[in-house]
């Protein structure tokens, strides 16, 4: 059984807590009111079993099966369909983990279905049920407790992300080796997150038409303002992120640079030095390579000096040759 929890509310009271999908018609049928049904994820029988109560489209009754799904928010006739993508950032791997809910609203039900191991929305149906005046609102009430859920828990998600990108500033002055694959983790995550809070403004705004037209209590027009307000809030955060490592990712490409050149500038200096004393050595051995011919011509083998003339030439082209390369800072 893939149901949650599932209750059935009457002027913002529990009445009833149904055990099985049909059990949920009956109290229904017999109080009245209002179901909330929570669902992790649903198999197609169970589903069918909701879309025949409830007439929910078959469209939408299909994107609630697969899953896999953008935020967003569809109306079929009198049932809104809405997915948001509910995030928490998990301090031991440093990573943000999302997920994936479905919310089907209508005027006295409200079927949520959850696709991921994220959090539940036990607190939220608790903080509703705490609070009958607010829940006899009915499924709009809870639909914005649930979008007020999913935006508080993003706060500490963009914590998490800040803090993050400011340790990449350390490690890029460090040195680190593995900087530049943080920096393309937390952008991918960045990006994850961008595309979860993005579809949000719109999907408000939505909301917001239709208060007049379905007549939302004013304390609800409050709840979902203060919503949006945390909406911009976060939105300008995420896309400053994107902007913090991609100015990351420039710097770490310039310093990984530098750091070549530094590399290849040192390597250079050594090749200068064992060049120098390579030909600081190649001629004495060129000298004593010549005399060691042994050819009867040569006219230095029957003279007395030529030992000594040999190795002070050889001497004297050496220290000629070192003085060169250390004035041209070789050596």
């Known amino acids: 059984m893939t149901i949650i929890d599932n209750g059935v509310y009457v002027d913002g009271v529990r009445v009833a807590t149904p055990q099985g999908l049909d059990q949920t018609y009956e109290a229904m049928a017999a109080c009245g009111g209002m179901a909330w049904i929570g669902l992790f994820r649903p198999d197609a029988a169970e589903m069918a079993s909701l879309a025949d109560?409830?007439?929910?489209?078959?469209?939408?009754?299909?994107?609630?099966?697969?899953?896999?799904?953008?935020?967003?928010?569809?109306?079929?006739?009198?049932?809104?369909?809405?997915?948001?993508?509910?995030?928490?950032?998990?301090?031991a791997e440093e990573a943000v983990e999302f997920g994936e809910l479905h919310i089907f609203t209508g005027k006295n039900f409200v079927i949520t279905i959850r696709h991921a191991e994220t959090r539940s929305l036990a607190s939220t149906r608790h903080r509703m049920e705490a609070d009958p005046q607010l829940l006899a609102q009915g499924p709009e009430a809870v639909l914005?407790?649930?979008?007020?859920?999913?935006?508080?828990?993003?706060?500490?998600?963009?914590?998490?992300?800040?803090?993050?990108?400011d340790e990449i500033e350390d490690?890029?002055?460090?040195?680190?080796?593995?900087?530049?694959?943080?920096?393309?983790?937390?952008?991918?995550?960045?990006?994850?997150?961008?595309?979860?809070?993005?579809?949000?403004?719109?999907?408000?705004?939505?909301?917001?038409?239709?208060?007049?037209?379905?007549?939302?209590?004013?304390e609800l027009q409050r709840y979902l303002r203060d919503v949006e307000d945390h909406v911009e809030s976060l939105t300008a955060k995420a896309d400053s992120f994107r902007q913090l490592l991609q100015n990351a990712l420039t710097v770490d490409g310039t310093?990984?640079?530098?750091?070549?050149?530094?590399?290849?500038?040192?390597?250079?200096?050594?090749?200068?030095?064992?060049?120098?004393?390579?030909?600081?050595?190649?001629?004495?051995?060129?000298?004593?390579?010549?005399?060691?011919?042994?050819?009867?011509?040569?006219?230095?083998?029957?003279?007395?000096?030529?030992?000594?003339?040999?190795?002070?030439?050889?001497?004297?082209?050496?220290?000629?040759?070192?003085?060169?390369?250390?004035?041209?800072?070789?050596?």
């Open 171 to 218: 490690q890029l002055f460090a040195g680190d080796p593995n900087v530049s694959r943080r920096i393309y983790q937390l952008s991918r995550e960045v990006i994850h997150f961008q595309r979860a809070i993005h579809p949000l403004p719109d999907t408000l705004g939505r909301l917001k038409g239709g208060f007049e037209k379905y007549g939302v209590d004013v």
């Open 144 to 165: 914005y407790a649930i979008l007020d859920q999913v935006v508080d828990d993003y706060l500490p998600v963009a914590a998490g992300l800040e803090n993050d990108i």
């Open 53 to 91: 109560e409830f007439q929910l489209h078959e469209l939408a009754v299909e994107d609630a099966i697969k899953a896999h799904q953008r935020p967003k928010m569809e109306r079929y006739d009198d049932v809104l369909f809405t997915v948001l993508r509910p995030a928490r950032y998990l301090d």
């Open 255 to 331: 310093l990984t640079a530098n750091r070549q050149n530094e590399a290849s500038a040192a390597q250079n200096e050594q090749v200068k030095k064992i060049s120098s004393w390579a030909a600081i050595f190649f001629a004495p051995t060129f000298v004593a390579g010549v005399y060691g011919m042994n050819f009867h011509n040569m006219p230095e083998l029957a003279w007395p000096w030529g030992y000594p003339y040999a190795i002070g030439l050889m001497l004297l082209i050496g220290a000629v040759m070192y003085v060169v390369f250390k004035k041209k800072t070789w050596l």
